[in-house]
């Protein structure tokens, strides 16, 4: 079974299974530039780096206002430890 990481303003949230993160995504939880990783990545990348069909990715919520999707890794903490088995953010 996949778990998901992913970045919910200055934290890490998970592990989340494929259904509640997908439940999250139709919430608006979780969007397109939201960083996520799972076992198996090197790094946390924005969600739409790793979903095949964008029609998976709601466009309710968006970026933080103020950011920069392109530098959205540099949102997080560089504290903020990365959960077990998974690469900190850079």
């Not at 439940?23 to 790094?43: C, N, P």
């Not at 069909?53 to 890794?73: D, F, K, S, W």
């Amino acid at each position: 079974m996949i778990q998901w990481f992913y970045e919910h303003g200055d934290k890490v949230e998970g592990p989340v299974d494929g259904a509640t993160f997908n439940a999250l995504q139709a919430k608006g939880v979780i969007y397109q530039t939201t960083l996520v990783i799972q076992a198996g990545m090197l790094e946390w990348v924005p969600l739409c780096k790793v979903m095949k069909t964008r029609q998976m990715i709601p466009l309710v919520g968006g970026p933080v206002p103020g950011t920069n999707p392109e530098t959205a890794p540099e949102t997080i903490a560089e504290s903020e430890p990365a959960p077990e088995g998974m690469p900190a953010l850079a």
